[in-house]
């Protein structure tokens, strides 16, 4: 049986696709099976992100419509096949594809996979309640400003309401910079703000957008790298290790980053 997570936030441009296409890369770098679900039907941003839309030949609506099998519409990430991808439906209208049968399709694929990441679109509409039916777990995305932060505090009581094992959060586009100088909330701050347990932090990190403009993710080598290292170790083996932001800032090298930082 895998693990089926359902990653959201509760406003769009939070990075939570991104989030969640470098979990499911680090996740099968560590050997385990993954699959990830865009559950956001009709948008595709997770294929694009991951710079694999052009490979998609069947999707989510092909294979509810019984045009092809199940397996047909699986895109490999790479030669390793630990990564796979359902895309969502092309040209569907959300509402078209319910609950129950969003469902079911992942119930099918459940008993091949360590690990189901599902995609679920930003908001608490109609596409938020069909996605997290289908999990058992929930991490949800913010980022340390006051409307993501309040956004993300509705999402949480919301899904309250599900019969969920777990629910946590992570903290993404954290300057550690501002951080230190008090004007920018820390993980920890955030975790307290949300009454929920942090599972990650990670840094503001421009690079990201470059590696998935280039279809590159999973590339990014230091900090972000070693915070997405930092997550999955804590999905997989339930640890509560968060990534410093700020140390990059301390000592003396750190201090002499920090007064170029300012005077930039």
């Given at each position: 049986?895998?693990?089926?997570?359902?990653?959201?936030?509760?406003?769009?441009?939070?990075?939570?696709?991104?989030?969640?296409?470098?979990?499911?890369?680090?996740?099968?770098?560590?050997?385990?099976?993954?699959?990830?679900?865009?559950?956001?039907?009709?948008?595709?941003?997770?294929?694009?992100?991951?710079?694999?839309?052009?490979?998609?030949?069947?999707?989510m609506?092909?294979?509810?419509?019984?045009?092809?099998?199940?397996?047909?519409?699986?895109?490999?990430?790479?030669?390793?096949?630990?990564?796979?991808?359902?895309?969502?439906?092309?040209?569907?209208?959300?509402?078209?594809?319910?609950?129950k049968?969003?469902?079911?399709?992942?119930?099918?694929?459940?008993?091949?996979?360590?690990?189901?990441?599902?995609?679920?679109p930003?908001?608490?509409?109609?596409?938020?309640h069909?996605?997290?039916?289908?999990?058992?777990?929930?991490?949800?995305?913010?980022?340390?400003?006051?409307?993501?932060?309040?956004?993300?505090?509705?999402?949480?009581?919301?899904?309250?309401?599900?019969?969920?094992?777990?629910?946590?959060?992570?903290?993404?586009?954290?300057?550690?910079?501002l951080?230190?100088?008090?004007?920018?909330?820390?993980?920890?701050?955030?975790?307290?703000l949300?009454?929920?347990?942090?599972?990650?932090?990670?840094?503001?990190?421009?690079?990201?957008?470059?590696y998935?403009?280039?279809?590159?993710?999973g590339?990014?080598?230091?900090?972000?790298?070693?915070?997405?290292?930092?997550?999955?170790?804590?999905?997989?083996?339930?640890?509560?290790?968060?990534?410093?932001?700020t140390?990059?800032?301390?000592?003396?090298?750190?201090?002499?980053?920090?007064?170029?930082?300012?005077?930039?």
């Open positions: 049986m895998a693990r089926r997570i359902v990653i959201t936030s509760g406003k769009g441009g939070v990075g939570k696709t991104t989030v969640t296409a470098n979990i499911g890369i680090f996740l099968a770098k560590r050997g385990h099976k993954t699959l990830l679900i865009d559950g956001d039907v009709g948008l595709n941003n997770l294929d694009v992100v991951l710079g694999i839309e052009n490979k998609a030949v069947y999707d609506a092909d294979v509810l419509e019984g045009k092809c099998r199940i397996s047909q519409a699986l895109i490999p990430y790479d030669e390793s096949g630990m990564l796979m991808i359902m895309p969502s439906a092309h040209a569907y209208n959300s509402e078209d594809i319910g609950s049968n969003f469902r079911n399709l992942v119930g099918r694929l459940d008993s091949h996979f360590d690990y189901i990441l599902i995609d679920c930003a908001g608490i509409e109609g596409g938020f069909r996605a997290v039916s289908a999990a058992n777990e929930a991490v949800v995305v913010t980022t340390p400003q006051v409307s993501s932060i309040r956004d993300a505090d509705k999402v949480i009581a919301l899904l309250s309401s599900y019969e969920l094992n777990s629910v946590s959060v992570i903290v993404n586009r954290i300057r550690g910079d951080v230190i100088d008090g004007e920018m909330m820390d993980v920890g701050e955030v975790a307290k949300l009454k929920i347990t942090p599972i990650g932090a990670i840094p503001e990190d421009d690079y990201i957008g470059i998935s403009q280039l279809g590159r993710l590339e990014q080598s230091g900090e972000s790298k070693d915070s997405f290292s930092l997550i999955v170790s804590n999905i997989v083996n339930g640890k509560r290790r968060i990534y410093d932001c140390s990059k800032y301390r000592g003396l090298l750190g201090k002499i980053r920090l007064k170029l930082k300012r005077n930039a």
